[in-house]
């Protein structure tokens, strides 16, 4: 059964950091892309970044661009984004998704359960 | 960048109801659009795919058409489950979402 947990959200103050990880199971993690989204409250899905399987290729949105940096590490199976200088618009629950084998479009086909960040004083 | 408009953000609908959410692109993209279903607390869960390939264990009643910038999701007979918010996806880009309530 294909497995994405997230973590490491919480409370941090604005200017701050923090590192989310997505401990993936139940597939071949090396052979998939990632990506991940956010969702600040009450308000629609948003695409943070994505990696490839290998991690040579990344990208973001404009957003946070320089701030954040999704990187993989194949031995733990395990996905993550390190968020700098954080804002308060940077508050989301925060999901890691897988995409879909064979697609060049972004389709996420599992997700996890996603953890929240809130940026606040 | 690709923006996705859907439309409408939101509707009433009753059991057993069809229902039809709408996605237009900013510009052509071919088949490459992605249809997703929100419950509230819950992780966004994938419908189709390919405008109109049906994810592997999602009901029949789900279906998705179109190409180019218009896109459509329609849910026949709609059921308690099926309240929810309903997304399109392109890439990097998400529509603003559908909330399909109860009536």
């Known amino acids: 059964e294909v497995q994405l947990v997230e973590s490491g959200g919480g409370l941090v103050q604005p200017g701050g950091s923090l590192r989310l990880s997505c401990a993936a199971s139940g597939f071949s993690f090396s052979n998939y892309w990632m990506r991940w989204v956010r969702q600040a409250p009450g308000k629609g899905l948003e695409w943070v970044a994505t990696i490839n399987e290998g991690g040579s290729v990344k990208y973001y949105v404009d957003s946070v661009k320089g701030r954040f940096t999704i990187s993989r590490d194949s031995a733990k199976n395990s996905l993550y984004v390190q968020m700098n200088s954080l804002r308060a618009e940077d508050t989301a629950v925060y999901y890691c998704a897988r995409v879909k084998s064979g697609n060049n479009y972004g389709v996420g086909d599992y997700w996890g359960q996603g953890t929240l960040v809130t940026v606040s004083s | 960048a690709i923006s996705l408009t859907q439309s409408p953000s939101s509707l009433s609908a009753s059991v057993g109801d069809r229902v039809t959410v709408t996605c237009r692109a900013s510009q052509g993209i071919a088949s490459s659009l992605a249809w997703y279903q929100q419950r509230p607390g819950k992780a966004p869960e994938v419908l189709i795919y390919d405008a109109s390939s049906l994810e592997s264990g999602v009901p029949s009643r789900f279906s998705g058409s179109g190409s180019g910038t218009d896109f459509t999701l329609t849910i026949n007979s709609l059921q308690p489950e099926d309240f929810a918010t309903y997304y399109c996806?392109?890439?990097?880009?998400f529509g603003g979402g559908t909330k399909v309530e109860i009536k």
């Open positions: 996806q392109h890439g990097g880009s």
